[in-house]
Nanobody
């Protein structure tokens, strides 16, 4: 059974930092690209950051470039999102997602999300 379990969300003041983690199981983690999405109230879900299966390449939304860093540990089946210099507009539910090819089909999995609130 595929599971993506996010953790590390919470309430933080503007300018603060948080580190999100996503523990994966039930699929071959090292062959999947991993990404973080977020969805704020009343807005569509948006891609925040993506990392390739071997960690060799990353991509970020313009709104988080220079502040957020995505990384992964394939030995621990875990992907991380380090978020620095947080702003109120970063407030959202953050979702971990996995995408890859399995049995000749594109597979995408989602976590349940973790709330990040940036407020003074």
């Amino acid at each position: 059974q595929v599971q993506l379990v996010e953790s590390g969300g919470g309430l933080v003041q503007p300018g603060g930092s948080l580190r999100l983690s996503c523990a994966a199981s039930g699929f071959t983690f090292s062959t999947y690209a991993m990404s973080w999405y977020r969805q704020a109230p009343g807005k569509e879900r948006e891609l925040v950051a993506l990392i390739t299966s071997n960690g060799g390449s990353t991509n970020y939304a313009d709104s988080v470039k220079g502040r957020f860093t995505i990384s992964r540990d394939n030995a621990k089946n875990t992907v991380y999102l380090q978020m620095n210099t947080l702003k109120p507009e970063d407030t959202a539910v953050y979702y971990c997602s996995a995408a890859g090819i399995q049995a000749a089909m594109l597979r995408r999995y989602w976590g349940q999300g973790t709330q990040v609130t940036v407020s003074s």
